[in-house]
Structure formats: C-alpha cells, structure tokens
T-cell receptor, first 115, second 113 residues
Framework: NAGVTQTPKFQVLKTGQSMTLQCAQDMNHNSMYWYRQDPGMGLRLIYY???????DKGEVPNGYNVSRLNKREFSLRLESAAPSQTSVYFC??????????????FGPGTRLTVT | GNSVTQMEGPVTLSEEAFLTINCTYT??????LFWYVQYPGEGLQLLLK?????DKGSNKGFEATYRKETTSFHLEKGSVQVSDSAVYFCALSEGGSYGKLTFGQGTILTVHP
C-alpha cells in the first residue's frame, strides 16, 4: 500500500495563477481532509469530505475549492493564487475504526510558494 | 470553539534526558486527544491517542494521560534518543465531527548526542 500520496511535492506560482493539488489514498478510507501548515500555527483544516460525494468547509476555506472525484481522490484547487497561500499543504484520510475514534493518515505534503 | 495550546519551543535536550511537552485544550464537548509526530521532510504520523478521562496513550516509549480536570494531555518520555528529534503536535477531535482535527502550534524537539 502506498497510503496517501500527493502531487506535486513542490510548486512555485505567480500571484493570480491557478493550480490543483492532487491527493489519492489506497486504503479504502471514507473521509479525506486538506490542511495547511504555517510556522507557529500548527495545521489548519481547509476542507474535508466525510464520504464520497460530500465536501464541507473547514477553518480556513477562503480562496480554495475541492473536488472529491471518487472514493480514492480528493483534489484542492487554488483559482487565483495569493502570497498568503504560501504554505505546506497536507492531505489526510481516515476510516472509523471499531473504537469509534477516527485516526488520520497523512500524505508527505506539497510545499507551495506564491510570489 | 475548540483550541489546543502547546508549550512553546524549541526544546533542546541531551540524549537520555527526560522529556515533557505540555498540552492543554479547550473543547465544547468531550474530545479524543492525540499526539502526532512529524519527522523532517515527512507528513504527520499518529504517535498515541486517548479517548476518555484517565486513559493513558503510549507508543515507542512516549506516554500521555488524558486529564479532564486540568484539560491537559502532556507528552512524556523517560529517555529521549537522537532519533526522537522531530516536531510534535497535540490535537483533539470531537465526536460527530467526522474526525476533524484541531491542532496545537507544534513543538520542535532537538536531541543532541
């Protein structure tokens, strides 16, 4: 199993450009998440998808859109990149184990710089 | 809303020293608590968890006890190794929230030989 994979690993954009960050998981998990990581602020949830066909906003959704393409894939799109979106982006997935507590598995991250 | 506060870092220790990283939380309900670890250049990995008061999570020599009365979940290890150098994140998740995590700001740990 590859777990959670993300592409690309690094990206540099100019202000106003658009791009899509890709995420896929091969663990048959129902729920998927996008977080951003900024220095001194931990990780903050951008969007999540509780199950295939559903998406909801997290703590910092402005400037982003998501698509849950199928059970495996959950993409994050920046329509018009801004320097404030310079960050490291992590995708995660989870399944509800028998204990009832979600455990999230994270991808390796995408480091995005917007100039 | 929910929030998690971790002790400020960075923390620098010598090998075999005792480690404590403090974590306190604010939650509207009765959350599950987690510690995640991020090694350089990698994503986050679940280190340990606890789901109810007085539960002790443990893994790889690390421990943390869910203290409801002090709303705390401090991470401890009796003897750190150089390989423990990483960023440690405390996090919580409330029931019915589809596993959404609220993270603390992270604590950088560096262990010297």
């Amino acid at each position: 199993n590859a777990g959670v994979t993300q592409t690309p690993k690094f990206q540099v954009l100019k202000t106003g450009q658009s791009m899509t960050l890709q995420c896929a998981q091969d663990m048959n998990h129902n729920s998927m998440y996008w977080y951003r990581q900024d220095p001194g602020m931990g990780l903050r949830l951008i969007y999540y998808s509780a199950s295939e066909g559903t998406t909801d906003k997290g703590e910092v959704p402005n400037g982003y859109n998501v698509s849950r393409l199928n059970k495996r894939e959950f993409s994050l799109r920046l329509e018009s990149a801004a320097p404030s979106q310079t960050s490291v982006y992590f995708c995660a997935s989870s399944v509800v184990p028998t204990s009832g507590v979600y455990e999230q598995y994270f991808g390796p991250g995408t480091r995005l710089t917007v100039t | 809303g929910n929030s998690v506060t971790q002790m400020e870092g960075p923390v620098t220790l010598s090998e075999e020293a005792f480690l404590t990283i403090n974590c306190t939380y604010t939650a509207t309900g009765y959350p599950s608590l987690f510690w995640y670890v991020q090694y350089p250049g990698e994503g986050l990995q679940l280190l340990l968890k606890a789901t109810k008061a007085d539960d002790k999570g443990s893994n790889k020599g690390f421990e943390a006890t869910y203290r409801k009365e002090t709303t705390s979940f401090h991470l401890e290890k009796g003897s750190v190794q150089v390989s423990d150098s990483a960023v440690y994140f405390c996090a919580l998740s409330e029931g019915g929230s589809y596993g959404k995590l609220t993270f603390g700001q992270g604590t950088i740990l560096t262990v010297h030989p």
